[in-house]
């Protein structure tokens, strides 16, 4: 099994700054068909979760232009450019490329 | 618009069964693979298991294989995840999610608790 680890686990941030959340994979999250298929998640207090980033680096329909992904292989990345209060919560990324699915420990988000 | 309902949780004793369902709407229900993922209370996500939009493809987690079965009914758009063999850890929100083209997580229900306890 791909094993998804998320650093750091939690992250006190102030408003109006910048965050970030690594997540390292076990092995090479490139498909057969050239896609890597890692996905980011939030998931805020009391909600269910809620897609930001799939496929890396590509937002989600709806998602604000301060959540941006990086990465490739093994080692991804991401970034928030300007903290907002409604940005709490626990952040978690997930790989789809092989069964079975496995998604990061989360990073709680939280503000100073 | 895209909704996904489930229903079906309960309190149950260790070594009993439930059946969940997710009801889909605002999409050809059909043409999407779904999965079930879960929440132990207070602890991160856990995926459980994937049924393709023809039932053709199904995979488990390793934890809960031989115990659950999903499952479809694409006439109805529903999905169902039998649970059988009920444990303690098994206790969670189960969540109903569509993966969408491109393999994405894109819609979520709001899930259902499933408590098991003596």
């Known amino acids: 099994d791909i094993v998804m680890t998320q650093t750091p686990l939690s992250s006190p941030v102030t408003l109006g700054q910048p965050a970030s959340i690594s997540c390292r994979s076990s092995q090479s999250l490139v498909h057969s068909d050239g896609n890597t298929y890692l996905s980011w998640l939030q998931q805020r207090p009391g909600q269910p979760p809620r897609l930001l980033i799939y496929k890396v680096s590509n937002r989600f329909s709806g998602v604000p232009d301060r959540f941006s992904g990086s990465g490739a292989g093994t080692e991804f990345t991401l970034k928030i450019s300007r903290v907002e209060a409604e940005d709490v919560g626990v952040y978690y990324c997930?790989?789809?490329?092989?069964?079975?699915?496995?998604f990061g420990q989360g990073t709680k988000l939280e503000i100073k | 618009e895209v909704q996904l309902v489930e229903s079906g949780g309960d309190l149950v004793q260790p070594g009993g069964s439930l059946r969940l369902s997710c009801a889909a709407s605002g999409f050809t229900f059909s043409n999407f693979g779904m999965n079930w993922v879960r929440q132990a209370p207070g602890k991160g996500l856990e995926w459980v298991s994937f049924?393709?939009?023809?039932?053709?493809?199904?995979y488990y987690a390793d934890s809960v294989r031989g115990r659950f079965t999903v499952s479809r009914d694409n006439a109805q758009n529903s999905l169902f995840l039998q649970i059988n063999s009920l444990r303690d850890d098994d206790t969670a929100v189960y969540y109903c999610?569509?993966?969408?083209?491109?393999?994405?997580?894109?819609?979520w229900g709001q899930g259902t608790l499933v408590t098991v306890s003596s």
């Open positions: 997930t790989q789809v490329t092989q069964f079975p699915r496995t």
């Open positions: 999610v569509r993966l969408g083209g491109g393999r994405l997580d894109d819609y």
């Open positions: 049924i393709g939009s023809t039932s053709t493809a199904i």
